[in-house]
Every structure is written in structure tokens, then in C-alpha cells.
């Protein structure tokens, strides 16, 4: 399998731009999650999708933030307007929520890391 | 909130010492936990998963969950250059159908 795929890689943008991330998980996986890393805050998630449907978005910081699944196949994270502070770099991640719980084992994606001038 | 508190280190040990990386917790409805390793510029990889109190080995690892004390630790036994990196503690969820919640990670440095 070609685990969780994430483009673009790497994105510097200007402020003001919208900025659009995008990730395919894992076939077969039903959970999808974007979190964001920073060196101040760590990785701190932003919005869950189950089966397609996001299930809890309250780690996304603003309405300028935006994420869509509209397939099991893929998913975008849409931050418009960008500003500075948006600077981070920007994980998915997939599992299969095999464990009692739900969550299980997640694979991440390399990450899309942002830079918004 | 829920929160995982990890010290950030750095923390150093000389080869073929043992490392310990400790990790408390907030949310008592919490019953599986994991340790990731996150190389520099990398993205995080599962090495540990521990549900039930106590030690789970594997490898030169082992994670040990207390759920009384609200503390899971990982042991690195005979370290090695190749474990420099940060480790990230992860809180599952209490009930299914929620996410996992970060420690911000310790950085681990092991010098030959």
C-alpha cells in the first residue's frame, strides 16, 4: 500500500491567499484526521471525518479554516484567508479504528508544511 | 480539557544506557495509549501501544501504564544513536469514535 498521501509538500504562499491541502488515506481506513504541528503547540488536531462524515471539527482555529471529504478517497484542508500564524506543518492521518476505542493505530501522511508570508 | 504532559527535554543518555520518557495525562475516561517517534522532519511512526495496567515489551522497548496515577512511560533499553528523536505520548479516546490527543513530545539525544 502507498500509505497516506499528502500534497503539495511543501507551499509558500502570501497572506491573504487561500492555501488548499489534500490527502488520500489509506484504502479501507474509515477514520481521517488533520492535525497541525507547530514547535509552541505541538500536534494538535483540527478535524475528524468518519466514514466521510466529520465527527468533531473543534480544533479547527477559525472559520478561515475549512475541510472536506467528499469521498473515502480523499480529502482537503482549505485555509482562506491565510496570515502568518498559519504557518505549520500540516498532517493527515488515516486508521481503521480497530482498537476497543475507536481511534487505533494512525498512519500520518509526510505532511504539508505551510509558510505564509 | 484534555490534556498529555510530557517533559520536553532534551534528554541525553550515552549509548547503551536505558532512556526513560514519562507522560501523565488528564482525561480518566482514557483506556489505550501509544508512543510515537517522530523523526526531524519527519512524520510520526506507532513503536507502542499499551491498553491494560502494567509492562508491555517489545524489543528493546517497553511502555508501562499505571491507570490509578494517570502515568504511561516508556523505557528504551541498551539506546542507540538511531532512537535520537522526539517521542510522542498519545491519549486514546474514553469512548469510541474520538481522536487521540498529543503530549508536545521529549526529545530524545543519544550520544556514542
Known amino acids: 500500500d502507498a500509505g497516506v498521501i499528502q500534497s503539495p509538500r511543501h507551499e509558500v504562499t502570501e497572506m491573504g491567499q487561500e492555501v488548499t491541502l489534500r490527502c488520500k488515506p489509506i484504502s479501507g481506513h474509515d477514520y481521517l484526521f488533520w492535525y497541525r504541528q507547530t514547535m509552541m503547540r505541538g500536534l494538535e488536531l483540527l478535524i475528524y471525518?468518519?466514514?466521510?462524515?466529520?465527527?468533531?471539527d473543534s480544533g479547527m482555529p477559525e472559520d478561515r479554516f475549512s475541510a472536506k471529504m467528499p469521498n473515502a478517497s480523499f480529502s482537503t484542508l482549505k485555509i482562506q484567508p491565510s496570515e502568518p500564524r498559519d504557518s505549520a506543518v500540516y498532517f493527515c492521518?488515516?486508521?481503521?479504528?480497530?482498537?476497543?476505542?475507536?481511534?487505533?493505530?494512525?498512519?500520518f501522511g509526510e505532511g504539508s508544511r505551510l509558510t505564509v508570508l | 480539557q484534555k490534556e498529555v504532559e510530557q517533559n520536553s527535554g532534551p534528554l541525553s543518555v550515552p549509548e547503551g544506557a536505558i532512556a526513560s520518557l514519562n507522560c501523565t495525562y488528564s482525561?480518566?475516561?482514557?483506556?489505550?495509549f501509544f508512543w510515537y517517534r517522530q523523526y526531524s522532519g519527519k512524520s510520526p511512526e506507532l513503536i507502542m501501544s499499551i491498553y491494560s495496567n502494567g509492562d508491555k515489551e517489545d524489543g528493546r522497548f517497553t511502555a508501562q501504564l499505571n491507570k490509578a496515577s494517570q502515568y504511561v512511560s516508556l523505557l528504551i533499553r541498551d539506546s542507540q544513536p538511531s532512537d535520537s528523536a522526539t517521542y510522542l505520548c498519545a491519549g486514546g479516546p474514553g469512548q469510541a469514535g474520538t481522536a487521540l490527543i498529543f503530549g508536545k513530545g521529549t526529545t530524545l539525544s543519544v550520544s556514542s
Open positions: 471525518f468518519n466514514n466521510n462524515v466529520p465527527i468533531d
Open positions: 482525561d480518566r475516561g482514557s483506556q489505550s
Open positions: 492521518a488515516s486508521s481503521s479504528g480497530g482498537t476497543i476505542n475507536g481511534a487505533g493505530e494512525l498512519f
